[in-house]
């Protein structure tokens, strides 16, 4: 939480009692102030309303000027706060007079255009994707330490330099990875937007590895545990654990997807919904066990099936996001207390899931080609592809009720 207040800045003694107003920023119990351009004698400053008082022969248009500036620090501090990127760096920067314009030209720069993005993802609610934008942009500006860095300063040797220094600093390489990816994506929008040329493209020669990720599967039997544990309902506890078990017994449903479920989602006992990450339809039928934790629910939101987010939140809006990202670390929180308590000797989490799942099915049987089918993923296997445009349906239903069937 950001606190702001016009204030006379009276930290060191002036003979001639005048002193300058400025804004006072109170950011994690760190005090900076920034300058109004404003300077009185104290006598004229009224410290219980924050303004000059009317004795002062230019007080109404020193005021409005301290209002103009208040509300430009206000309205920039609710712009970095909204995709979740506040530093008085960035509220600096965002405040300088080489601040992005909306107007593209041949001499926009790299944090121009890349903020001009990051603008435009907000407007149509991609939250996510905007802050991904940011974060990307602002470790490479960070990183030439230039904040007019050109398309044509982004070179072989700048990002060469750029990722050795990531990798030094212990950034992982997959994150490393990420970072190019994004950066990649910018500079080719500004390709077609005809701010530099496509010979310019610095790209080729850079490799960036990804690592295989350690797989993150937890056993059935803790998993079964887990969901017979006699929990105070309503308890904290409690709801993190039928978050987990709800997103197990639906083929490891991500947290985003399951807080976005209405009851308009569940047809004839199937859940029907598009994934937010790769948009794709997901046709589950429900499991007694997934029934079971909805009815828990029943009636706790006027709009989703599970009281996550409030029903007058716009969806997929950095509110949305903030919400959501604080639910999945306080059930994180609480399932690792669980794991803890009762023993379970495994690292629960939310992600854990959908990798459990799989890992289940395996263990089961099952072939990795319908397990990818039933996971949403493309697999290679021609003839398993054939077979299963026919009979995917039934046939990913059974697999999912004999692995829900296990923690039983």
């Known amino acids: 939480m950001v606190y702001l207040k016009l204030i006379l800045d009276e930290r060191k003694f002036k ?18 102030t920034l300058t109004t351009g404003v300077r009185i004698e104290r006598k004229y400053w009224d410290y219980a309303s924050g303004q000059i008082i009317n004795t002062h022969p230019n007080y109404m248009l020193l005021n409005t000027k301290l209002s103009e500036f208040y509300l430009k620090v206000q309205k920039a501090v609710l712009s970095l706060e909204n995709i979740g990127s506040f530093s008085i760096e960035e509220l600096r920067q965002e405040l300088s007079n080489n601040k992005p314009t ?43 330490d230039n904040q007019k860095l050109k398309f044509r300063d982004i070179d072989y040797n700048l990002l060469e330099g750029f ?29 077609k937007a005809k701010l530099i040329d496509r010979s310019y493209y610095p790209f080729h ?8 990720t350690a797989k993150r599967a937890v056993p059935v039997d803790c998993i079964k545990k ?62 007694t066990v997934a029934i079971q934790i909805l009815k828990l629910y029943e009636g706790r939101n006027t709009k989703y099936l599970l009281p996550i987010l409030p029903p007058s939140v716009v969806e997929d809006s950095m509110e949305a996001k903030k919400i959501i990202s604080q639910w999945i670390k306080t059930t994180n929180k609480w399932l690792r207390k669980l794991a803890e308590s009762h023993k379970l000797e495994e690292d629960l989490t939310t992600y ?25 993923h493309e697999h290679g296997n021609r003839i398993t592809n054939i077979y299963l445009d026919t009979f995917d349906q039934e046939v990913i239903d059974e697999v999912n009720e004999r692995v829900v069937n296990t923690i039983v």
């Open 15 to 32: 003979q001639n009692d005048i002193y300058s107003i400025v804004v006072r920023i109170v950011y994690n119990r760190k005090v900076t």
């Open 102 to 144: 909306n107007k593209i030209t041949s001499s926009t720069t790299f944090n121009e255009f890349s903020q001009k993005l990051i603008q435009d993802l907000i407007a149509i609610n991609k939250s996510g994707n905007a802050i991904i934008y940011r974060t990307a942009s602002n470790r490479l500006i960070a990183y030439a």
């Open 163 to 191: 990722k050795n220094t990531l990798l030094q600093d212990g950034v992982k390489p997959n994150s490393v990875h990420n970072y190019f990816r994004t950066i990649r994506a910018i500079y080719n929008k500004a390709i």
């Open 205 to 212: 020669d850079v490799k960036v590895k990804l690592e295989r």
């Open 226 to 287: 887990l969901y017979k544990l006699e929990l105070k309902p309503d308890s904290r506890q409690w709801h993190a654990r039928n978050y987990f078990i709800l997103s197990f017994s639906l083929i490891g449903m991500s947290f985003t997807d399951m807080a976005y479920l209405i009851p308009k989602s569940i047809v004839r006992g199937r859940l029907i919904y598009n994934r937010r990450k790769t948009h794709k339809t997901y046709d589950i039928k429900l499991t």
């Open 352 to 376: 854990v899931t959908r990798h459990s799942w799989a890992t289940s099915a395996k263990r089961l049987g099952y072939s990795i080609e319908l397990i990818a089918e039933a996971m949403g």
